[in-house]
C-alpha cells in the first residue's frame, strides 16, 4: 500500500503574519494620514492624466479652446469695471483702479472655481470610484491643478492689463510666486474640504453661488479696502482684514502694484497668509482623509 501524505491542518504561521510578509492588508481599513499621503503621491501619474482629461473634455468642444480660460476672468474684469468703476464710480479716488480690480477678480476667480469644482469632485466621479481602487483624494488634487494650469495662464494676461495701466515692472513682482504658491496650498485645503462636503451633504451645491458672493464682497475684489476702515472700527474691522482672500488679493496688489493703500503691512500680510495656507491644507486634507472609506458607497 502506498503511503500517503497528510497536510497539517495547523498553519505553523498566524494568518495576521502571514498577511503582513506578503504585504497585504485590510481591504477596509483606514490607512494612516502618512499613508495616506504616501498612497497620493504614487498615484502622482494618474492625477495629472485625469488633470489633463478634464480639461481636454471641458474646452475641447468649443470653438476657441483654452482661449477661455484667459477670457472668462478678463470678461468678468471687463462688466465689474463698466458697472463699478464708470458707473458707480467706486474707484473715483483710486489710482489705477482697473488693474486693482482686475487683480482682485483674478486671484478671487482663482478660488472660487476651485470651490465649485471641488464640491463636485467626488458626486460627479461616482462611476470611476466605483470601478477602480485608488485614493480618492486623487479627484480633487486633480481639479486643483487643473485650476492652478488655468489661473498660471491667465496670470500672464493679467500682467499685459497691469502694463498697460500703467505699473513698471521692479524686482517685487517676483513676490507673485510665493502668492501663487500659498494660494494653491490654501486652494488645496478648500477643495478637499468641499469634496467631502459634497458627497455628504449634496445641497451644499446649491448654497455656493451665494457663499462664494458674499465672500467676494467681504474681500474688497470690487472697491478699495479703505472703505472697510471708513465703516468698520475694532474687532469687526480686524475679523474683515483677516479674511483669507483679502489676504491673498492684497499680496498681488502689493506685488504688482505702486503706490497702493493695503489691509496691512506687507509683513503681516505674508504671516497671515502663510497661517491660513497651512491650516486650510492641514485642516481640509484631515477632513477629507476621514471619510475616504465612504466615497462612493450608499
Known sequence: MPETAVADTAPAVPLKELA??????????????FEYLSQLWGYRHFITAHAKAKTVSALGTTHLGTLWQVLTPALNAFVY???????????????????YLCIGVFVFGFSQTVVGQG??????????????????GSLPLSTVLVEIRNFITALGVLVIIVLFTGERPNLEWLLIVPALLLQSLFNTGLVLFFARLGSKLRDIKQLIPFIMRFWMYASAVLYPVTRFTEHLHGWKL????????????????????????????????????????????????LYFWRGEKGYGRG
Do not use: D, K, Q
Not at 120 to 133: C, K, V
Not at 253 to 281: C, D, K, Q, Y
Open 119 to 136: 464640491a463636485n469632485a467626488i458626486t460627479g466621479n461616482l462611476g470611476l470610484i466605483r470601478a477602480l481602487h485608488f485614493p480618492r
Open 238 to 285: 480686524h475679523l474683515i482684514e483677516a479674511n483669507p482672500m483679502l489676504v491673498f488679493i492684497e499680496l498681488y496688489r502689493h506685488s504688482l502694484m505702486e503706490n497702493v493703500t493695503l489691509a496691512g503691512s506687507p509683513r503681516l500680510l505674508w504671516t497671515e497668509a502663510v497661517i491660513w495656507s497651512l491650516f486650510a491644507s492641514v485642516g481640509g486634507f
Open 20 to 33: 503582513r510578509r506578503h504585504g497585504l492588508s485590510s481591504s477596509g481599513r483606514l490607512v494612516g494620514p
Open 81 to 99: 469695471y463698466i458697472i463699478f468703476g464708470v458707473i458707480i464710480g467706486t474707484g473715483a479716488n483710486s489710482t489705477n483702479f482697473i488693474a
